[in-house]
């Protein structure tokens, strides 16, 4: 019997780069809202959920972190069509993502195959960001997890489990769910949840660091189609 699978996809540095989008957009709010910059020093932002990441911002900019959260949120939703035009000229879509997107949606036919996102960006941001770059068309945006609802990834995991088992009524529990991402947060999660991982070297962690993070499986990128496909659907690479 073909086995169901939930494809979870990071965003950033995992399908796209998208320039300075992410962090036009939280200038913007936070000198609209505040009147202030984007405080220095703050910690990398690679992994991070968006709840954790404005927690830190607000923080950081002396503002009551936890009681301005969803506002701040709600102001970040709705200026991300904003920076659309900024992602689409300074982003890129990272070597071989459109071919292995659509191969793994040429598998459904084996049996139910679900691509969506799970990924610390708020849903409007991650949207943003991928209909600029033209990564819409395997993507069920619906169901995916996003960074608007816990600064703990791992949390966004069975968010997009549950949502997918209701719209598509089959069960992605343990292994039939696989993220794949450029960071240990990412591995992190799949191992928290009972899913599996594929690490992908494209961001500014290394082949040698996302195996540590013990992933499943590790690629240096996704420009090897038929080995990237084979990883996500769980066959021997």
């Known amino acids: 019997m073909p086995r169901p699978v939930l494809v979870l996809w990071d965003v950033d540095h995992t399908l796209v780069r998208a320039g300075r989008g992410g962090v036009a ?8 809202l505040y009147g202030l ?5 703050l910690a ?22 936890v009681a301005e959260l969803p506002r701040f949120h709600e102001a970040l939703a709705g200026r ?4 659309a035009e900024m992602v689409r000229v300074q982003g890129v879509v990272l070597p071989g993502v459109r071919q292995v997107l659509a191969a793994v949606a ?7 195959v679900v691509q969506s996102l799970l990924t610390g ?7 943003v960001k991928l209909t600029a770059l033209g990564l819409t068309e395997h993507l069920d945006f619906d169901i995916g997890g996003y960074g608007d609802v816990s600064s703990v990834r791992a949390d966004l995991v069975p968010i997009a489990r549950r949502r997918a088992a209701v719209r598509y009524g089959v ?7 696989v993220l794949i991402g450029d960071t240990p947060h990412d591995v992190e999660a799949a191992a928290a949840t009972g899913a599996r991982s594929v690490g992908v070297a494209t961001g ?3 082949a040698a660091e996302l195996a540590a993070a013990a992933a499943d499986v590790v690629l240096p990128d996704l420009a090897d189609t038929d080995r990237a496909v084979a990883a996500i659907l769980g066959h021997e690479v």
């Open 121 to 127: 960006n708020l849903p409007a941001l991650a949207k």
């Open 44 to 65: 990398s932002m690679a992994g991070r959920t968006d709840t954790s990441i404005a927690l830190e911002v607000l923080t950081a900019a002396g503002v009551d972190a």
């Open 80 to 83: 991300a069509a904003d920076v």
């Open 171 to 177: 069960d992605f529990s343990g292994r039939a769910t």
């Open 25 to 32: 957009l939280y200038e913007l709010v936070l000198a609209e």
């Open 37 to 41: 910059g984007l405080p220095a020093q």
């Open 106 to 112: 040429g598998h459904a036919a084996d049996g139910p």
């Open 204 to 206: 500014r962690f290394s």
